[in-house]
């Protein structure tokens, strides 16, 4: 069984550029979930997807965006960074067939200069 | 007020000290994870419940749903278990995690 896993590990970027993450879900695992993490807090929901649909969102504004694929890998896209943006980005794989347990992936550290 | 509250935020022990964790929360849930984060950023589920006690090797879950309360117990601490320990609810009308703000914990060897 293959855990979920993202790329980049790590990225430097500058104020207005575009960025885009990516997470592979875990074998049998429809539902992606994205997690914002500042340094020294808990991870904030930032949307998920079930079945290439966005299925909730969280206090993020349009320039966050995101993409299912067919095998269920999913894309975070973010717009126009700013200095805020900076921080460990998560997803998380899960099936409602088996409880709705997420699992975590390494994550994404963005850095925004 | 935070939906999901962590005691304590900190908290250094010896090594062999028994820990505990406590989290409240004030929504309504269908299940409870325990998560750990090493430095460098990577969560493991640790537990997720939804009622009673889990048990897994040092580690002991508990959750008392009227209190809206769980507990993380260590036995027998060690430096290795020093990380952070994050606490987060599944809300009953959402598949999203809340997530408390962890507890950071060191255990001095």
């Known amino acids: 069984e293959t855990g979920v896993t993202q790329s980049p590990t790590h990225l430097i970027k500058t104020r207005g550029q575009q960025v885009t993450l990516r997470c592979s879900s875990q074998?049998?695992?429809?539902?992606v979930s994205w997690y914002q993490q500042a340094l020294g807090q808990g991870p904030q929901f930032i949307f998920q997807?079930?079945?290439?649909?966005?299925?909730g969102r969280g206090n993020f504004p349009p320039r966050f965006s995101g993409l299912q694929f067919p095998n269920y890998s999913s894309e975070l896209n973010v717009n126009a960074l700013e200095l805020d943006d900076s921080a460990l980005y998560l997803c998380?794989?899960?099936?409602?067939?088996?409880?709705?347990?997420?699992?975590f992936g390494p994550g994404t550290r963005l850095t925004v200069l | 007020k935070n939906e999901v509250e962590q005691s304590p935020q900190n908290l250094t022990a010896q090594e062999g000290e028994f820990i505990t964790i406590n989290c409240s929360y004030s929504?309504?849930?269908?299940?409870l994870h325990w998560l750990q984060q090493h430095p460098g950023g990577g969560i493991v589920s640790l537990f997720m419940?939804?009622?009673g006690k889990k048990k897994h090797g040092r580690l002991i879950a508990t959750i008392n749903i009227q209190e809206k309360h769980s507990s993380l117990h260590i036995t027998a601490s060690h430096p290795r278990d020093s990380a952070v320990y994050i606490c987060?609810?599944?809300?009953?009308?959402?598949?999203?995690?809340?997530f408390g703000s962890g507890t950071q914990l060191t255990v001095l060897p």
């Open positions: 998380a794989s899960s099936s409602p067939g088996q409880g709705n347990e997420q699992f």
């Open positions: 074998s049998g695992h429809n539902t």
């Open positions: 997807y079930y079945r290439e649909e966005e299925n």
């Open positions: 929504v309504g849930i269908s299940a």
């Open positions: 419940l939804s009622s």
């Open positions: 987060a609810v599944l809300r009953s009308s959402a598949r999203q995690l809340t």
